[in-house]
């Protein structure tokens, strides 16, 4: 009988078919030992120690990449691997979402702790959204624009496409018209395209951080206040929180700073610390209302372009709301550092047809204060990096620690024409149940020298000072009222095509009569930012009143408030501590000028920035002007080579300058991204600033002026070279390290710290850490640090002990700076 040729084919088709199933039922059947459970190991023929010993390699160091890889592992012998060869297959390692979101977060930590504008506060938002990514087409505005580096433009581009489609996935994300692939590349790592089922799952974080590195106080790139501290307890924070589907999340937290004592709300045995704890409500829709937040314990709130309202501990220079420097607008939880201007009681942030957003809060807290002599009344708040009741030297007439109780409710109203499209009004009012009467003279000021209040050349800027609110006023809304401070403000918003405006107007209602502003200190903050594919350009003006005294204020400036005082100068103040109030002030210095910032992609390996800032400081009318030039070159695809260039002068615009100076500053950075994550950069930093030239400060008086002085110059050279390596050993375990020789001032981000060095010697600064995920759970991360400079030997003053002024020759006179810190963090994430 004659087959035909296609009989045969389909026979053989068929016989094929087979046989290919009967291999994928064979390999189905075998364990994927990369992504095997301990149970599922242990039901191969070898040993519960093999099992455990094959579990224990992938878990701590990673997934096999090859069988031969297995026969390294101690207890696998030849004979146990043939066994094992048709049992087992190799597989690449699957990582869940939330494991690879944990994975991720540990290496973003590091990215955005080491760029100018991030701060504590801003950084612990993003984590909360990495950790809990939003539904992209159900994000606001709002939460569009509080990502980094997504502009208005972006948002707008996003809220478009949801009307348009589902956005069920990157790409079509990317499809968004008018969405930069920069801020397309920032959205992508905080959203989802779905709501996940997390409904009765409940989700746990845990962080601990101990540190005995000193906080470095004042602009990053002045460094004007290093507090140097040793043998104190060092700062310890602690954050738990825990989540119960998508609508409810409990926090809870504890910070204390270096020096400090650990503080509680009782005084009996069981003492409870004193920390902050936050329940919210969230996302609960009924129809055309939304209740986006509610939130009882601790919370945040911040409105517009800060002008009126942002409650946060930290001040972060030039905060324009755009790139890194973003702001999180309305109500949140707030388990943060910030203490000083930490709001307790209720917020509440609703939505109605998707275009009136209302939002509501009432908080009653105390507050660290500067009470004067009586004890009555107080000069101001402050907000101290370690909290001590009566000063460093323990000698204060008067505690300053939650001396002051405050009342605070306000409300903001914005609705919304069309996307990117608002105007809104927020007010704010706060009471204190002491009189607040300023007298820094008899409160702060050492009275030896009071004289020089408002009298020294070189602290022209007191009349800030002089400035501060005061208040004397009752409220039938609580009867221990003594004094009131009361906010108005009105933002906009609007986006046309490529180009988005915004501003923020606000009052400070010093004559007790709200619709009349005339005589009213005020703060204007407006900005103008145009966005193409390769090019933006931002345009921002500011005028503040140096009578717009609001504690809550943390728009744009360059410098924080009382820049220039006597505030700076420790030794005229009755004790260091008072220092606090400039060096930790998050209030903007009153000023008013041009802000313009570009960014331009001349070429996909070129990358060029630009800002120039030129302003005028309300208090004395002195004349500033900042230029930074920032290139980056891709000469390969993981070789970069950054250059930055900052001119800085003050007071060159007018010859009669009581203090003027020119600063010039050039860092350049090489950095080689390796494979597996590896890194290594080497930085060069070379900086001058030349002050005016005094004969008081360059002859010894007390020679006859035949003599240099010892101390004193007319111009402060630095210089800095060093190196950061990081090494993967494996995905759970990697090395940092670096090492800095420098002279002079130096700022710099090493790992997740910011650090401030200034020394008049070559000194040598290292730090390693150590980082591991021991678990896919739990990650330790510990920093040791060293820092030695070379012996001092030019001291002009009395020795260690003595009372009366002693001029002693500088030869004999020694001394060498050296230091060692620690930093641990552990994490757990459940």
Same mark, same amino acid.
């Given at each position: ?17 087979l046989?290919t199933a009967?291999s994928?039922?064979a390999?189905?059947?075998?364990v994927d030992i990369?992504?095997?459970?301990? @149970?599922e190991?242990m039901?191969l023929?070898i040993?519960?120690?093999q099992?455990q ?6 878990y ?8 031969y890889e ?19 297959v ?15 977060t ?15 506060g ?19 505005y709002?939460d /569009?624009?509080?990502l980094?580096n ?6 707008v581009a996003?809220?478009k496409?949801?009307d348009?489609i589902?956005?069920?996935?990157q ?7 008018g ?12 959203v ?17 951080? /101990? ?6 106080g ?16 060092p ?6 929180l ?26 009996? &045995?069981?003492k ?10 969230k &996302?609960?829709?009924w129809?055309p ?10 919370f945040?709130?911040?409105f517009?372009?800060?002008?009126v309202?942002?409650?946060t ?25 910030t203490r ?7 917020g509440?942030?609703?939505r ?10 009432l ?24 909290r001590?009741p009566?000063g ?7 505690n ?8 605070t ?7 919304t ?9 927020t ?11 300023p007298d820094?003279a ?11 209040y408002l ?9 800030e000072?002089?400035a501060?609110?005061?208040s ?8 221990a009222?003594?004094a009131?401070r ?7 918003s609007t ?6 405006l915004?501003?923020?107007?606000a009052?400070l209602?010093?004559?007790?009569d709200?619709f009349?502003v005339?005589?009213d200190?005020?703060a ?6 145009v ?5 933006n350009?931002?345009?921002?003006y ?11 204020q ?22 260091p ?14 000023e008013r000028?041009?802000?313009?910032s570009?960014?331009?992609?001349m ?29 980056e070159y891709?000469f ?19 010859? /009669?300058?009581?203090?003027?100076f @020119? ?7 090489f ?12 930085i060069y ?5 030349r002050f ?5 400060l360059?002859v &010894? ?5 035949d003599?240099y ?5 007319a111009?402060?050279?630095?210089e800095?070279l060093?190196f950061t390596?990081t090494?993967?050993f ?8 670096s090492?800095?020789?420098y002279?002079?001032f ?18 040598l ?10 678990g ?9 640090s ?10 002009a ?10 001029r002693?020759?500088?030869e004999?006179?020694t001394?060498r ?8 963090q552990? &994490?757990y994430?459940f």
């Amino acid at each position: 009988m004659f087959i035909q040729p296609k009989q045969i084919m389909i026979k053989v088709l068929l016989l094929t078919g087979l046989l290919t199933a009967v291999s994928w039922a064979a390999v189905a059947h075998r364990v994927d030992i990369n992504n095997a459970s301990l @149970d599922e190991i242990m039901e191969l023929p070898i040993t519960t120690q093999q099992a455990q010993a094959l579990y224990d390699r992938v878990y701590y160091q990673g997934p096999f990449l090859s069988l031969y890889e297995i026969s390294l592992v101690e207890s696998i012998d030849a004979e146990t691997l043939e066994r094992l060869k048709p049992l087992i297959v190799i597989r690449p390692l699957v990582v869940t979402g939330e494991k690879s979101r944990l994975q991720d977060t540990y290496r973003k930590v590091e990215q955005w702790s080491s760029l100018e504008g991030a701060n504590e506060g801003l950084i612990e938002v993003w984590l909360d959204r990495l950790a809990e990514p939003i539904n992209v087409n159900r994000a606001t505005y709002d939460d /569009l624009t509080a990502l980094q580096n997504v502009s208005p433009i972006d948002a707008v581009a996003v809220l478009k496409l949801q009307d348009e489609i589902n956005i069920g996935s990157q790409r079509a994300l990317r499809s968004a018209i008018g969405l930069s692939y920069y801020g397309y590349r920032n959205l992508r790592d905080f959203v989802r395209y779905y709501d996940p089922d997390e409904s009765g799952k409940v989700h746990y974080w845990y962080n601990m951080t /101990l540190n005995t590195a000193p906080p470095a106080g004042g602009s990053a790139e002045e460094g004007d206040v290093v507090v140097l501290l040793r043998n104190y307890p060092p700062a310890v924070r602690h954050k738990f929180l825990i989540t119960y589907g998508q609508h409810v999340n409990f926090g809870m937290s504890y910070h204390r700073q270096l020096a400090e004592k650990n503080q509680y709300v009782n005084d009996g &045995d069981f003492k409870i610390p004193d920390g902050k704890w936050a329940f919210t409500l969230k &996302d609960y829709r009924w129809g055309p209302l939304s209740m986006e937040r509610l939130v009882a314990g601790n919370f945040s709130a911040t409105f517009g372009q800060g002008v009126v309202m942002e409650t946060t501990d930290y001040f972060s220079p030039r905060r324009d709301g755009y790139g890194w420097s973003k702001r999180v607008p309305g109500i949140f939880a707030d388990l943060s550092g910030t203490r000083s201007y930490a709001l307790r009681g209720l917020g509440l942030q609703m939505r109605l047809l998707n275009k009136l957003r209302l939002i509501g809060f009432l908080s009653k807290n105390s507050r660290d204060a500067v009470l004067n002599p009586s004890g009555e009344d107080f000069t101001t708040i402050i907000n101290m990096d370690s909290r001590q009741p009566y000063g460093w030297y323990g000698l204060l007439p008067q505690n300053l620690m939650n001396s002051v109780n405050e009342v605070t409710y306000g409300g903001n109203l914005q609705f919304t024409f069309w996307p990117g499209t608002y105007l809104g009004f927020t007010s704010y009012e706060s009471l204190y149940d002491k009189e607040l009467r300023p007298d820094p003279a008899a409160s702060i000021i050492d009275p030896a020298q009071a004289g020089r209040y408002l009298t020294t050349i070189g602290n022209t800027a007191d009349t800030e000072i002089a400035a501060m609110y005061a208040s004397s006023a009752s409220s039938p809304l609580w009867d221990a009222a003594r004094a009131n401070r009361r906010i108005q403000g009105i933002e906009f918003s609007t986006v046309i095509r490529n180009m988005a405006l915004q501003g923020e107007w606000a009052v400070l209602d010093s004559d007790y009569d709200m619709f009349s502003v005339k005589t009213d200190p005020q703060a204007l903050v407006v900005n103008a930012f145009v966005q193409f594919d390769n090019f933006n350009l931002l345009v921002l003006y500011r005028d503040y009143d140096l009578a717009f005294d609001n504690p809550y204020q943390r728009s744009f400036s360059n410098y924080q408030r009382y820049k220039g005082s006597i505030l700076e100068d420790l030794f005229y103040l009755q004790d260091p501590i008072f220092g606090s109030l400039f060096s930790n002030a998050a209030q903007p210095q009153a000023e008013r000028g041009w802000f313009i910032s570009s960014r331009y992609q001349m070429h996909r390996d070129v990358v060029a920035n630009l800002d120039f800032d030129t302003w005028t400081r309300a208090a004395d009318g002195a004349r500033y002007f900042r230029t930074v030039a920032r290139l980056e070159y891709r000469f390969a695809f993981n070789y970069r080579l950054r250059i930055r260039q900052k001119w800085q002068q003050r007071g060159d615009f007018d010859y /009669l300058s009581a203090s003027p100076f @020119d600063s010039r500053e050039t860092r350049v950075d090489f950095q080689f991204r390796l494979s597996d994550y590896d890194n290594l950069s080497l930085i060069y930093a070379n900086s001058f600033t030349r002050f005016s030239q005094r004969r008081r400060l360059t002859v &010894d008086l007390g020679s006859g002026g035949d003599s240099y002085s010892m101390v004193g110059n007319a111009g402060a050279p630095s210089e800095a070279l060093g190196f950061t390596a990081t090494h993967n050993f494996t995905d759970r375990f990697k090395v940092l390290g670096s090492a800095l020789v420098y002279k002079g001032f130096f700022w710099n981000f090493e790992d997740t710290d910011f650090r401030i060095f200034d020394s008049p010697v070559h000194s040598l600064h290292w730090w390693v850490t150590a980082f591991s995920r021991i678990g896919d759970n739990w990650a330790v991360r510990l920093k040791v640090s060293h820092e030695a400079g070379a012996p001092v030997t030019n001291y002009a003053f009395s020795p260690e002990g003595s009372t009366a002024y002693t001029r002693l020759l500088w030869e004999n006179i020694t001394s060498r700076a050296e230091a060692n810190h620690v930093r641990l963090q552990i &994490d757990y994430a459940f």
